[in-house]
């Protein structure tokens, strides 16, 4: 692809008018939102989505997501609104949830991955509603980092990945959430969790009454199976670091995990443990996901975490696992796929 300069501007009103023109030019612009980084280009606009997955390097059968800035932007783009979507609307929009809805015809192919259906999203982050007003289109954003690695949290991140590929970077400070939404089916009576994320299982029980959480959340798609949403291929948001999970009791794992660690790096390995901060790892190089009291710290932290593996050069890291409730499906679920789901019980 060509090289073009890439500019990072704080999320001023000017340059979010600025990164406006360029999405209904045509352009791409790196956008914070309340989740991570996106990628976003205008959603009607075939050309300009392609341009999306030109540079991430994504592959075509893996679909986007549409933001609005308001709920009145979506009726053109589905063809219907499910009730379940309804309540789900009502209780956690603006906010970290996509919704899988049936796709009128304007959402181009390109979007959808050919798929008859598409997500949206409505993003608590200002900034982000404000870009989509200002452009005049919603937005299809996946997150703006090279397919396959760890997702961005800040504006460098963006920039480490997509400079030269992009013209302009909005810099809204660190994400709050710190992993994608939550992708949610809600095609159906009973809602489907795609993609866990902040809206969690227990939020979705409570405001529809059911939830299901698909088979895939906590292991690999099989050959041929069609990825339904963002965040469901085999490996992703991996660093280059060779990842292994460690679960069970914190003391079998905390003894798994060192005994592992000497063992490598007297192999000559560069290794690096993704602990907890209460837990004592005898000195060996330990990079913070925060308190074990509190799974937010850790969905905060682990894209930056991962990226900071391939910063330090290591070439093995050993990870803490997460409890599955709450947001601990999705800090495990995003742990998973970046270990290919390489999860020892000990």
């Known amino acids: 692809m060509n090289k073009t300069e890439t500019i990072v501007k704080p999320a001023t009103p000017e340059a979010i008018r600025e990164a406006a023109k360029i999405l209904r030019e045509g352009g791409l612009v790196g956008m914070p939102t309340e989740t991570v980084y996106g990628l976003g280009a205008n959603a009607l606009d075939s050309a300009a989505v392609l341009r999306i997955f030109e540079a991430k390097g994504r592959p075509a059968d893996n679909p986007l997501i549409v933001h609005v800035s308001c709920v009145e932007e979506i009726p053109p783009l589905v063809r219907e609104i499910p009730q379940a979507a309804r309540r789900l609307m009502e209780a956690y929009w603006p906010g970290p949830m996509t919704l899988i809805l049936p796709k009128a015809d304007c959402i181009p192919a390109e979007v959808s991955a050919g798929l008859d259906t598409v997500g949206i999203r409505l993003p608590a982050s200002e900034t982000a509603r404000a870009l989509i007003r200002e ?19 800040t504006a460098q991140h963006v920039y480490e990945d997509m400079n030269g590929r992009i013209p302009m970077i909005l810099d809204g400070g660190a994400c709050e959430v710190g992993v994608e939404s939550s992708v949610i089916d809600a095609t159906g009576e009973i809602p489907v969790i795609l993609r866990p994320g902040g809206i969690t299982p227990e939020m979705v029980e409570a405001a529809c009454g059911a939830v299901r959480v698909d088979e895939h959340v906590m292991s690999p798609l099989a050959e041929g199976d069609i990825v ?9 948001y991996a660093p280059t670091a060779r990842t292994i999970i460690y679960e069970g009791e914190r003391e079998h794992v905390i003894a798994a995990i060192c005994a592992r660690y000497d063992q490598a790096a007297a192999a000559g390995e560069r290794v690096a443990i993704l602990g907890f901060d209460e837990h004592d790892f005898g000195g060996r190089t330990r990079i913070s996901l925060g308190s074990a009291e509190n799974p937010q710290d ?25 409890g599955l409730e709450g947001i601990g499906l999705a800090v495990m679920n995003r742990m998973g796929r970046a270990a290919a789901f390489d999860i020892r019980r000990v």
Not at 135 to 153: D, E, F, L, V, Y
Not at 228 to 236: C, D, E, F, T, V
Not at 300 to 317: H, V
């Open 135 to 153: 452009a005049g289109c919603p937005i299809a954003a996946p997150s703006a980092n090279r397919s396959g690695k760890p997702s961005p949290t």
């Open 228 to 236: 339904r949403s963002p965040g469901m291929k085999y490996k992703h």
């Open 298 to 322: 850790a969905a905060a932290r682990l894209f930056a975490a991962l990226r900071e593996l391939d910063e330090m050069g290591e070439t093995m890291a050993l990870c803490e696992a997460v």
